[in-house]
């Protein structure tokens, strides 16, 4: 074994000689979070192994399982493999890469670290930005013999994107390029000019080498150019976030109520910025009631103050409502509520991001219904170009305008990244799917406003004299929709009933003859035709719809337009196999040939209808009976 | 003023508590009384502070824990306010299943199975449990709301990304969530936490005289006469303490004289051999050991 073995850090001396007092040292550490970044090749994990290490977290046991392993399926001949210490799961052991988001630990005497190790790979830009979302500090890693590359750029750029504050340019390999200055003075004006054009003003470059040791703990013989600091002081000094969240003004968002009995009533959170006292004036968003904090409850006793970081239960001295999900904020200087939002998006989903499906939002301690619209433009990462995108596949970047169901308490992303930061789940899968990053709140909610008419829609429903409704027919091509719901209009018709009909193909070949059949045209076509109902619901009429509309949650976005109980949903349920051999356009033959693409039941999905008003088996009545059965359902 | 890293600490797991009893239906807390336990429950209580924690203690119990285990169990509890459950695995009480005669199918039967049944019979959809990601390399990739499937399986490969402080508690029925608060504490901060809060932990921690073997590499305590002697072994009194604590016949001792939580804490920063070493669980499956078992719904 040739590998410089010395720890050269010390941070033991006390254990043995004075444990009290090393104890009393380690409880005042700070703690700082930061990410490594770099390529496949870049020497990321070799580094982190490096620094646990020289730190003293590898126990003897696990270093004989390293040299090992290392003679093994090492990359490093006889030596010893850091980079094996950190990567965890079995699949990546093999492969030789790293492909998760990983957490390491090490502490020195100043500090306890917590190293979020994210991958270089193209395709995971999500674990960079959710490695990146929690730390104080970026590490870039430079190969010293391939300079600045496409990939330093865009690590660059997510990790500036994210808020990240202080970046180092660590140049490793140092050792490999025989510790020459020039090589290392050229990378670092390279960074400096293209990082000036992104907005990141500062950074700290350093000559080191992972796998040697160099500018590492100690300052390097063999780089007698470079006067410091090393990599190990500049993390222990550099001034971490909390404090710098501590100067701004007091906002917790209200994770849960606190009510052991009637006598006591306590909103628990965790402080995101500011401190606050008993006394203190607050505003509770978004409602905009106004109190003072009469309390900082504890375990241990009441606080005389609270700061950020700290997560505390506080009693306000008045009744005031306040629930899960609203924001404390410092009466002063209270947050903003919107319902509108320019944010960037970070898509993290297979599935690419829909225009206008109704999302769930998580903000603070907020989960509200949002859509997002087309994105304004999408972002290249390796050139920062804007591009024109329609959507946002797996890892892209854009820029979108967000509605959210209600008005929600915020702040931009720049000042308060707790209140700032979204993220948007499916309603389906319940899988995160992208994150947010909110820029400011869209005035545009605030300057179109309802115009108020004399005729209200009551007033249009008693002229005809029924109850509005919304018949929405949903199931696969060929199940009898356009059938039943042409009967359901005659019988309706003849019953003295004001309706319309909003067939899908004739639909088509107007008001969305601009959209196509891909999942994203086909939830436009959806929202659409729910707008058109909606429109049609409030002059009075009943409202019959015969759209395939295969996804759930379109079927519930355009729920949720309709005033409550107006909306039926009928399923109008037909076995693939029947549809298919009914097949009365000939369209299930040309999918077959794979002359149609994204249909129905064949190359794209139906949801079929969790509970629908109605479900109208089709092989056991016939479409007269069908449409008595919605009639009876409509008209009791 | 600026924080500690174990006040930042706390303030994370706290936080994290607090999220599950907002979004979860019916949470419950895994409790195996070891430190990491102490520590969660005493997370707990600081998190609900005045009111009880909202959520029961659930012990998977294998039969064959240390006999000063089942002690503080009871008494932890009942200070707590909190209602303690207490599973055994039906079958493998009828087979009786015993780490002695059935090697790692008492882990998976007891454990892995007892927990399923155990989540299944009172239906809960949120689990805490104190795993820490400095514990091993599997767990250093798992999330701190950590889905699982409706029959309990983890997949490694598609795990919800994590970003700021957000946690995405949401779930079809029948799936669940499994919560480490704990996740980003090190052994170093749980023992200056207990030691700054004044937790109450097994007096197995503590370097006493105790009944032992020498077996296979690992110093067993004979605690119960349910442990078989082989032909020659005698127990023997040695001064020994434990740095993990799980079923006592799996559990190895290491000699010590370390009978306060300073020279614990010493003794381990001076020790060389790592946390799990004492544990034979890991090495069932080579290397990969503790990620199979993950798969399969151990927690």
Redesign the interface.
């Known amino acids: 074994m040739s590998a410089p073995l010395d720890p050269v850090y010390k941070t033991?001396a006390l254990?043995?000689e004075d444990?009290?007092k090393?104890?009393d040292v380690?409880?005042?550490?700070?703690?700082l979070r930061f990410i490594t970044c770099g390529s496949v090749d870049d020497g990321k994990s070799t580094l982190i192994g490096r620094l646990l290490y020289d730190s003293k977290m590898i126990?003897?046991?696990?270093l004989a399982a390293l040299e090992a392993?290392s003679k093994k399926v090492g990359t490093q001949g006889q030596e010893l493999d850091f980079a094996l210490l950190?990567?965890?799961?079995?699949a990546e052991?093999e492969q030789g890469i790293t492909i998760?988001?990983?957490?390491?630990?090490f502490?020195t005497e100043k500090?306890?670290f917590?190293v979020a190790d994210t991958p270089g790979h193209e395709q995971y830009t999500?674990?960079m930005?959710?490695g990146a979302?929690?730390a104080d500090l970026a590490v870039i890693l430079v190969d010293a013999r391939k300079g600045v590359l496409t990939q330093t750029r865009r690590h660059s750029y997510l990790a500036h994107l994210i808020g990240i504050r202080n970046i180092v340019l660590a140049v490793n390999k140092m050792d490999l390029v025989g510790y020459n200055r020039e090589v290392f003075e050229k990378i670092v004006a390279d960074y400096r000019a293209f990082a000036s054009s992104i907005g990141i003003t500062d950074f700290v470059a350093l000559p080191i080498s992972g796998f040697k040791g160099d500018n590492i703990t100690t300052l390097s013989p063999n780089t007698p150019w470079h006067a410091g600091p090393t990599l190990m002081e500049h993390l222990e000094t550099v001034e971490?976030d909390?404090?710098h969240d501590?100067a701004k003004p007091f906002r917790m968002a209200v994770?849960?109520v606190?009510?052991?009995n009637l006598d006591?009533r306590?909103f628990?959170?965790?402080i995101s910025t500011g401190t606050v006292k008993p006394g203190d004036a607050i505003r509770v968003l978004p409602s905009g009631k106004t109190s003072t904090v009469s309390r900082i409850?504890?375990?241990?006793g009441d606080l005389k103050?609270a700061?950020a970081?700290?997560?505390v239960?506080l009693c306000l001295a008045d009744e005031i409502d306040c629930s899960?999900g609203d924001v404390i904020a410092a009466a002063e200087a209270p947050v903003q509520a919107a319902d509108q939002f320019e944010a960037v998006i970070v898509w993290?989903d297979e599935q690419p991001m829909l225009p206008g499906r109704p999302y769930?939002l998580?903000?603070g301690?907020q989960t509200v219904s949002a859509t997002v619209t087309e994105p304004k433009y999408q972002v290249n990462v390796n050139n920062m170009d804007h591009l024109a995108a329609k959507t946002l596949e797996l890892n892209a970047i854009g820029s979108c305008n967000i509605a959210t169901d209600r008005r929600i308490p915020f702040e931009p992303y720049g000042e308060n990244?707790?209140l700032g930061?979204?993220?948007l789940?499916d309603k389906m899968t319940?899988?995160?799917v992208g994150?947010g990053m909110i820029h400011f709140a869209l005035r545009r909610s605030d300057n179109v406003h309802w115009q108020a008419t004399d005729i209200s829609r009551e007033h249009h429903a008693a002229l005809k004299n029924q109850k509005p409704a919304v018949v929405w027919l949903t199931g696969l091509s060929g199940a009898g929709k356009s059938t039943i719901a042409n009967l359901v209009e005659k019988k309706l018709a003849r019953m003295n009933r004001h309706t319309f009909l909003l067939d899908g193909d004739n639909v088509r070949h107007g008001l969305n003859k601009d959209l196509g059949f891909t999942a994203a045209d086909r939830v436009e076509n959806i929202r659409r035709v729910g707008e058109v109902a909606k429109l049609m619901t409030d002059a009075g009429l009943i409202v019959i719809t015969a759209f395939i509309s295969p996804f759930r949650a379109e079927r519930d976005m355009v729920r949720g337009m309709m005033q409550p109980g107006e909306f039926f949903e009928v399923f109008i349920d037909t076995p693939l196999a029947e549809a298919e051999r009914r097949d009365v356009k000939g369209l299930y033959k040309k999918a077959r040939a794979g002359q149609l693409k994204n249909f129905t039941g064949i190359d794209s999905p139906y949801e079929a209808p969790a509970a629908p008003e109605l479900r109208v088996d089709t092989t056991a009545m016939d479409a007269e009976e069908a449409a008595e059965a919605i009639v009876r359902m409509l008209v009791p | 003023?600026?924080?500690?890293?174990?006040?930042?600490?706390?303030?994370?797991s706290?936080?994290i508590m607090?999220?599950v009893?907002?979004e979860a239906e019916r949470p419950v807390m895994l409790y195996s009384v070891g430190k990491d336990s102490a520590v969660m429950l005493h997370l707990a209580?600081?998190?609900?502070?005045?009111?009880?924690p909202p959520f029961p203690l659930l012990h998977v119990d294998t039969t064959w824990k240390f006999r000063a285990m089942y002690e503080l169990r009871d008494q932890a509890a009942r200070e707590a306010g909190m209602d303690l459950l207490v599973h055994q695995n039906p079958d493998a009480l009828e087979k009786s299943i015993n780490p002695f005669d059935h090697g790692p199918l008492h882990t998976d039967m007891w454990k892995t199975e007892g927990l399923k049944q155990a989540l299944d019979k009172w239906g809960f959809d949120a689990a805490f449990g104190g795993a820490r990601?400095?514990e091993e390399?599997?767990r250093?990739?798992e999330r701190v709301f950590s889905f699982r499937s409706a029959n309990h399986r983890w997949d490694?490969k598609n795990?919800?990304?994590?970003?700021?402080?957000?946690y995405?508690a949401?779930?079809?029925k029948g799936e669940s969530m499994r919560v480490f608060p704990i996740?980003?504490w090190?052994e170093?901060?749980i023992w200056?936490y207990i030691?700054?809060e004044g937790i109450r932990i097994v007096p197995l921690y503590f370097a006493a005289p105790r009944p032992t073997v020498e077996r296979d590499g690992l110093i067993l305590m004979v605690d119960d006469d349910r442990f078989p002697l082989r032909p020659g072994e005698e127990p023997q009194m040695r001064s020994v303490r434990f740095r993990t604590l799980g079923c006592y016949p799996l559990t190895g001792a290491v000699e010590s004289t370390a009978d306060t939580l300073?020279?614990v804490?010493?003794e381990m920063?001076?020790?060389?051999?790592?946390e799990r070493?004492g544990r034979a669980i890991d090495k069932d499956a080579g290397?990969?050991g503790m990620?199979k078992k993950k798969q399969e719904g151990y927690f």
């Open positions: 033991d254990i043995a444990i009290d090393y104890l380690h409880q005042h550490k700070t703690m126990f003897e046991d696990q392993d950190v990567d965890g799961l079995a052991r998760d988001v990983a957490y390491r630990f502490a500090r306890k917590i999500r674990n930005v959710t979302s929690t971490i909390a404090a501590a994770q849960w606190n009510r052991p006591f306590g628990a959170g965790l409850v504890t375990l241990d103050e700061v970081g700290q997560s239960t899960r993290m769930w998580k903000l301690t990244r707790e930061g979204f993220i789940i319940n899988a995160t994150a | 003023m600026s924080l500690t890293h174990l006040q930042r600490l706390e303030a994370e706290i936080h607090r999220e009893v907002a209580k600081k998190a609900f502070f005045p009111s009880p990601r400095d390399k599997s250093a990739k490694p795990q919800r990304p994590e970003l700021w402080h957000l995405n949401r779930k079809n996740s980003n090190t170093l901060d200056q030691h700054l300073p020279q804490i010493q920063l001076l020790t060389t051999t790592s070493q290397g990969a990620e």
